[in-house]
């Protein structure tokens, strides 16, 4: 089945500064892959997502990239805020059905 | 609108009780999945519903799990008997249509088996 692995576990920036996860997954099947943020004693929420058909998407301070050669994406954020600050969840899905699954996840922390 | 709706939010009781989660999925989506979140496993599958029918309970750890999903707008989530390592948040996820549409969460059930 597939894997997800995500890098870094923890992160921390500075305020206004960019910050960067990665993940890579194992099967070349997979065509979806959502980033979620989750804050504490909250689910997870959709942020962004791209599929395997586009190789970039931005949505104001966020931005997703994939490389189905290498078989991995990454999350940016730029001009990082204090309401940043949560764990951030990378996924991937190989069927339409929307089964998902997850990499370990990163906590991020934004210093003021 | 409102969102997926869990319930208990917390729910604390003694090995070898049954435990019951709830689930209202958000009015409209015909996908309900069901999630179990621990440090050291992250976040997994259980079980998702395609328009009420169980659709792939691969992820279901044991006979000691199950999950139904009576109508549209609810799903249960049943642990008989618990066990302390069943102690996890529990998540519901819900989605409308198929090619992989974004999953909304609920906020969970944090389930401590003592």
């Given at each position: 089945?597939?894997?997800?692995?995500?890098?870094?576990?923890?992160?921390?920036?500075?305020?206004?500064?960019?910050?960067?996860?990665?993940?890579?997954?194992?099967?070349?099947?997979?065509n979806y892959f959502?980033?979620?943020?989750?804050?504490?004693?909250?689910?997870?929420?959709?942020?962004?997502?791209?599929?395997?058909?586009?190789?970039?998407?931005?949505?104001?301070?966020?931005?997703?990239?994939?490389?189905?050669?290498a078989k991995h994406f990454s999350l940016h954020i730029t001009?990082?805020?204090?309401?940043?600050?949560?764990?951030?969840?990378?996924?991937?899905?190989?069927?339409?059905?929307?089964?998902?699954?997850?990499?370990?996840?990163?906590?991020?922390v934004v210093t003021p | 609108d409102a969102g997926v709706i869990q319930s208990p939010r917390h729910e604390v009781t003694e090995m070898g009780q049954e435990v019951t989660l709830r689930c209202k999925p958000i009015s409209g989506h015909d996908y309900l999945f069901w999630y179990r979140q621990t440090m050291m496993r992250g976040l997994e599958l259980l079980i998702y519903f395609n328009n009420n029918v169980p659709i792939d309970?691969?992820?279901?750890?044991?006979?000691?799990?199950?999950a139904k999903m009576p109508n549209a707008s609810f799903s249960t989530l049943k642990i008989q008997p618990s066990e302390p390592r069943d102690s996890a948040v529990y998540f519901c996820a819900s989605s409308f249509g198929?090619?992989?549409?974004?999953?909304?969460?609920g906020d969970g059930t944090r389930l401590s088996i003592l």
């Open positions: 089945g597939e894997n997800v692995e995500q890098h870094p576990s923890t992160l921390s920036v500075q305020e206004g500064d960019s910050a960067v996860i990665k993940c890579t997954y194992s099967d070349s099947a997979s959502p980033w979620y943020k989750q804050e504490l004693g909250k689910g997870p929420q959709l942020i962004i997502d791209i599929r395997s058909n586009v190789g970039e998407k931005k949505d104001q301070r966020i931005a997703v990239t994939l490389n189905k050669t001009e990082t805020q204090p309401e940043d600050s949560a764990v951030y969840f990378c996924a991937a899905s190989t069927d339409s059905w929307g089964k998902l699954q997850f990499g370990a996840g990163t906590q991020v | 309970d691969s992820g279901m750890p044991e006979d000691r799990f199950s198929r090619n992989n549409q974004p999953q909304h969460f």
